[in-house]
């Protein structure tokens, strides 16, 4: 299981669609997001006849708030019925994961769940802008995550001001987490895929 995070605006919904390409075709895969209008993936999404990718959204508001009822009903429900191989779940932008975390790291999904790498993607380009750096959902969800993914590269890769801002904020903020590069218009780097596989937030996998 994958949390996958990011401001309004990040890439998620793109980065998604692109985990799902790599999908092996005897494997299932399920896809847990708050509306989907929101995330904008919908039946289209299962074209080529992919029809072993399961799609749900959390009925009762944010899988953020609610101290987790929405997020563990929804997610029983979801392995209930599609028995997934792998499960990403992608909050809404402004939504807190580090409640996601916790509830996917509770007693009661001890035995259905491994909680792997959670990935947090974010613009370059915004790391100026006030309004994002110093927004506190922003910074949360860079904080909670496992992995950080510098998004839509093929926008910023030639100015080198927004790499050079990446690398002083990534430094100076979060020296400690792995942080890679990924345009959308290039599959998931395999570099990428191999972290994704380590246990979450520093826990060992039940």
Known sequence: THVITGFLGAGKTTFIKALLQTKPVDET?????NEFGEIGIDAGLMGNGNAQVVICEVAGGCICCAAGVPLQVAV?????????????????????????????KSDWFAQSIRLLSAVCLLDPRKLSDARYYE??????????????LAAKADLWQEQSQVQQQLQQFVAKHYPQKPWLVWSQQLPVPSALWALMQHPGNDTSAP
Not at 29 to 33: G, I, N, P
Not at 78 to 99: C, F, S, V, Y
Request: no cysteine; hydrophobic share 50%; net charge positive.
């Open 29 to 33: 895969w399920a896809v847990l997001v």
């Open 76 to 104: 029983t429900q979801l392995l209930a019925k599609a028995k997934p191989q792998r499960l990403l779940i992608e909050p809404t932008g402004l939504g807190h994961p580090q409640q996601i975390i916790r509830t996917l």
């Open 135 to 148: 927004h506190e959902t922003f910074n949360a969800q860079l904080a909670s995550a496992d992995i950080l």
